[in-house]
Protein backbone atom coordinates (compact mmCIF):
# COMPACT_ATOMS: atom_id res chain seq x y z
CA UNK A 1 0.00 0.00 0.00
CA UNK A 2 2.40 2.70 -1.42
CA UNK A 3 2.29 5.52 -3.61
CA UNK A 4 5.51 6.57 -5.78
CA UNK A 5 5.46 10.29 -5.37
CA UNK A 6 6.85 10.57 -8.79
CA UNK A 7 4.01 9.27 -10.13
CA UNK A 8 2.24 12.40 -8.60
CA UNK A 9 2.17 16.01 -10.13
CA UNK A 10 0.02 18.76 -10.01
CA UNK A 11 -3.06 16.77 -11.13
CA UNK A 12 -5.35 14.55 -9.05
CA UNK A 13 -3.92 10.38 -9.18
CA UNK A 14 -6.56 8.41 -8.08
CA UNK A 15 -5.62 4.89 -6.24
CA UNK A 16 -7.19 1.60 -5.21
CA UNK A 17 -5.62 -1.09 -2.81
CA UNK A 18 -7.14 -4.38 -1.25
CA UNK A 19 -4.98 -5.73 1.49
CA UNK A 20 -6.17 -8.21 3.98
CA UNK A 21 -5.71 -7.70 7.49
CA UNK A 22 -3.37 -9.47 8.80
CA UNK A 23 -0.67 -7.44 6.22
CA UNK A 24 -0.95 -4.86 8.89
CA UNK A 25 0.77 -5.36 12.55
CA UNK A 26 -1.44 -3.39 14.04
CA UNK A 27 -4.77 -5.05 13.06
CA UNK A 28 -3.02 -8.54 13.38
CA UNK A 29 -2.54 -8.01 17.20
CA UNK A 30 -5.72 -7.16 17.75
CA UNK A 31 -7.45 -9.98 15.97
CA UNK A 32 -5.24 -12.08 17.46
CA UNK A 33 -6.00 -10.68 21.34
CA UNK A 34 -9.59 -11.33 19.92
CA UNK A 35 -10.25 -7.69 20.57
CA UNK A 36 -11.64 -7.20 16.73
CA UNK A 37 -12.30 -9.92 14.01
CA UNK A 38 -11.95 -8.93 10.70
CA UNK A 39 -14.26 -10.80 7.86
CA UNK A 40 -12.53 -9.28 4.67
CA UNK A 41 -10.37 -7.53 3.17
CA UNK A 42 -9.01 -3.37 3.82
CA UNK A 43 -10.39 -1.64 0.82
CA UNK A 44 -8.97 1.96 0.35
CA UNK A 45 -9.58 4.37 -2.49
CA UNK A 46 -7.51 7.55 -2.60
CA UNK A 47 -6.84 10.47 -4.62
CA UNK A 48 -3.53 11.87 -3.88
CA UNK A 49 -2.16 15.52 -5.34
CA UNK A 50 0.84 17.34 -4.67
CA UNK A 51 0.15 20.79 -3.22
CA UNK A 52 2.74 23.63 -2.31
CA UNK A 53 5.93 21.35 -0.19
CA UNK A 54 3.28 18.12 0.49
CA UNK A 55 1.34 15.44 -0.62
CA UNK A 56 -2.60 15.84 0.19
CA UNK A 57 -4.01 12.33 0.14
CA UNK A 58 -7.76 11.56 0.26
CA UNK A 59 -10.04 8.73 0.69
CA UNK A 60 -11.82 6.22 2.36
CA UNK A 61 -10.73 3.26 3.62
CA UNK A 62 -13.23 -0.08 4.43
CA UNK A 63 -13.01 -3.55 6.24
CA UNK A 64 -15.73 -5.86 7.57
CA UNK A 65 -15.38 -6.78 10.99
CA UNK A 66 -17.42 -8.85 13.49
CA UNK A 67 -17.93 -7.06 16.81
CA UNK A 68 -19.18 -8.30 19.98
CA UNK A 69 -22.52 -5.82 21.69
CA UNK A 70 -21.40 -5.20 24.89
CA UNK A 71 -24.92 -5.51 26.11
CA UNK A 72 -25.64 -8.94 24.79
CA UNK A 73 -22.80 -10.23 24.46
CA UNK A 74 -23.16 -11.87 20.42
CA UNK A 75 -21.10 -11.20 17.88
CA UNK A 76 -22.83 -8.92 15.06
CA UNK A 77 -21.35 -7.58 11.27
CA UNK A 78 -20.43 -4.80 11.45
CA UNK A 79 -18.57 -2.56 8.65
CA UNK A 80 -15.84 0.01 9.77
CA UNK A 81 -15.83 2.81 7.23
CA UNK A 82 -13.87 6.27 7.62
CA UNK A 83 -13.13 9.39 5.20
CA UNK A 84 -9.98 10.83 6.09
CA UNK A 85 -6.94 13.61 4.21
CA UNK A 86 -3.48 12.99 5.00
CA UNK A 87 -0.56 15.49 4.48
CA UNK A 88 2.66 14.18 4.18
CA UNK A 89 5.27 15.67 4.13
CA UNK A 90 9.06 15.16 3.30
CA UNK A 91 10.99 14.75 6.66
CA UNK A 92 12.58 12.06 8.40
CA UNK A 93 10.75 12.88 12.35
CA UNK A 94 7.51 13.78 12.86
CA UNK A 95 6.28 17.51 13.91
CA UNK A 96 6.61 18.38 17.61
CA UNK A 97 3.21 19.32 17.37
CA UNK A 98 1.17 17.11 15.68
CA UNK A 99 -1.50 18.50 14.46
CA UNK A 100 -4.40 16.61 14.24
CA UNK A 101 -7.69 18.60 13.20
CA UNK A 102 -10.65 16.87 13.51
CA UNK A 103 -13.55 18.38 11.27
CA UNK A 104 -16.53 16.65 11.61
CA UNK A 105 -16.40 12.91 10.41
CA UNK A 106 -13.45 13.71 8.48
CA UNK A 107 -9.96 13.29 10.13
CA UNK A 108 -6.97 15.68 9.17
CA UNK A 109 -3.79 13.91 10.16
CA UNK A 110 -0.38 15.32 9.28
CA UNK A 111 2.50 12.64 8.36
CA UNK A 112 6.10 12.32 6.99
CA UNK A 113 7.89 10.43 4.51
CA UNK A 114 11.32 10.03 3.12
CA UNK A 115 12.28 8.67 -0.33
CA UNK A 116 10.11 8.83 -2.92
CA UNK A 117 7.57 6.55 -1.79
CA UNK A 118 4.63 6.86 0.86
CA UNK A 119 3.77 4.12 2.84
CA UNK A 120 0.18 4.16 3.61
CA UNK A 121 -0.16 1.47 6.28
CA UNK A 122 0.69 2.87 9.05
CA UNK A 123 -1.50 5.54 8.86
CA UNK A 124 -4.60 3.65 7.64
CA UNK A 125 -4.21 1.54 10.52
CA UNK A 126 -4.59 4.24 12.48
CA UNK A 127 -8.01 5.05 10.99
CA UNK A 128 -9.77 2.17 10.91
CA UNK A 129 -9.01 1.75 14.89
CA UNK A 130 -10.17 4.94 15.72
CA UNK A 131 -13.40 3.95 14.23
CA UNK A 132 -14.14 0.61 15.97
CA UNK A 133 -16.41 1.16 18.59
CA UNK A 134 -15.29 1.44 22.27
CA UNK A 135 -18.69 0.02 23.31
CA UNK A 136 -20.19 -1.58 20.49
CA UNK A 137 -24.19 -2.19 19.77
CA UNK A 138 -25.36 -4.70 18.07
CA UNK A 139 -28.93 -2.28 17.74
CA UNK A 140 -29.27 1.34 19.57
CA UNK A 141 -32.10 -1.04 21.21
CA UNK A 142 -30.35 -3.99 22.39
CA UNK A 143 -32.25 -4.77 25.46
CA UNK A 144 -29.06 -6.85 26.78
CA UNK A 145 -28.83 -9.93 29.45
CA UNK A 146 -30.66 -10.62 32.44
CA UNK A 147 -28.69 -9.61 35.11
CA UNK A 148 -29.92 -12.52 36.89
CA UNK A 149 -30.33 -15.28 35.10
CA UNK A 150 -28.50 -14.17 31.91
CA UNK A 151 -30.81 -14.77 29.07
CA UNK A 152 -30.69 -13.16 26.27
CA UNK A 153 -33.58 -10.61 26.38
CA UNK A 154 -33.70 -9.73 22.73
CA UNK A 155 -34.64 -13.50 22.06
CA UNK A 156 -36.00 -14.11 25.44
CA UNK A 157 -38.04 -12.92 28.24
CA UNK A 158 -37.73 -14.51 32.15
CA UNK A 159 -39.76 -13.97 34.77
CA UNK A 160 -36.83 -12.69 37.13
CA UNK A 161 -37.76 -10.15 39.28
CA UNK A 162 -35.04 -7.51 39.50
CA UNK A 163 -35.32 -6.06 42.86
CA UNK A 164 -33.42 -2.32 43.24
CA UNK A 165 -30.01 -2.62 45.28
CA UNK A 166 -30.92 -1.72 49.13
CA UNK A 167 -28.84 1.40 49.38
CA UNK A 168 -27.79 2.03 53.13
CA UNK A 169 -29.87 4.57 53.17
CA UNK A 170 -32.64 2.79 52.50
CA UNK A 171 -32.00 0.07 55.38
CA UNK A 172 -32.15 3.44 57.76
CA UNK A 173 -35.27 4.14 56.69
CA UNK A 174 -36.99 1.23 57.51
CA UNK A 175 -34.78 0.69 60.71
CA UNK A 176 -37.38 1.04 63.72
CA UNK A 177 -36.42 2.22 67.25
CA UNK A 178 -38.04 -0.52 69.41
ZN1 LIG B 1 -26.76 -6.61 21.72
ZN1 LIG C 1 -33.73 -13.46 34.16
Known sequence: MKINTEHIRESVREFSFSEPPESFPVLAELAAKGDCCFKGAVQVVIKAIREFDHYRVQGNVTVPVQLICSRCL????????????IFFSEGSVAKEDEDEVELGELDLV???????????MPEISEQIILDIPIK???SETCR????????????????????????????????KVS
Open 110 to 120: SSVFSGTEIDL
Open 144 to 175: GLCPSCGSDLNKATCDCVIEPKQSKFSILKNF
Open 74 to 85: SGFDYLISSDFV
Open 136 to 138: PLC
